[in-house]
């Protein structure tokens, strides 16, 4: 895909109006999904929660979630549909993502991420996230180690 076709995707804070969107981006891209009470909790409740999503032809096709809290950051979860994977839209959003954390004042940012995704790892990577430690069991469907990636802002 060339940077022409990433030029007509926006993003913008998530509302309640993408919340089936969304969940259909979630139930395509994680074992355990999230439900949709658990979105609108984060949006409506948790003070520290920024959510965004990613739009292509007024479609949602990812979205991202942030908490700042006073001048960290912490990725909750990113996800992409499975057929705009691999073409940019994860970077696009992520490079968006962390610019809010930088002008809501954070100076670094953290995730974590399965030890067997290389494809996101490396995405990371390229924004200067770097390993950390180990979440021994972290994942819950299947004991699956997590990753801590953080980078510096």
């Not at 139930?27 to 999503?53: C, D, G, L, Q």
């Not at 979440?135 to 819950?140: D, F, G, I, L, S």
Request: include cysteine.
């Amino acid at each position: 895909m060339g940077r022409s076709e990433m030029d007509t995707a926006i993003v913008r804070k998530m509302t309640q109006a993408d919340l089936e969107a969304v969940m259909e981006v979630e139930h395509s891209s994680f074992t355990v999904p999230w439900t949709k009470e658990t979105f609108v909790n984060e949006m409506e409740i948790n003070r520290y929660a920024h959510y965004f999503v990613i739009e292509k032809d007024q479609n949602v096709v990812g979205y991202c979630g942030l908490w700042v809290i006073i001048d960290e950051a912490h990725i909750t979860n990113i996800a992409i549909l499975p057929e705009y994977r691999g073409k940019e839209y994860g970077s696009f959003l992520l490079e968006h993502v962390i610019q809010y954390a930088r002008d809501m004042g954070a100076i670094q940012i953290s995730l974590e991420v399965r030890v067997s995704n290389m494809a996101a790892q490396r995405m990371y990577r390229r924004f200067g996230m770097v390993p950390g430690g180990v979440r021994k069991n972290y994942y819950t469907d299947d004991g699956e180690d997590a990753l801590v990636m953080w980078v510096k802002l």
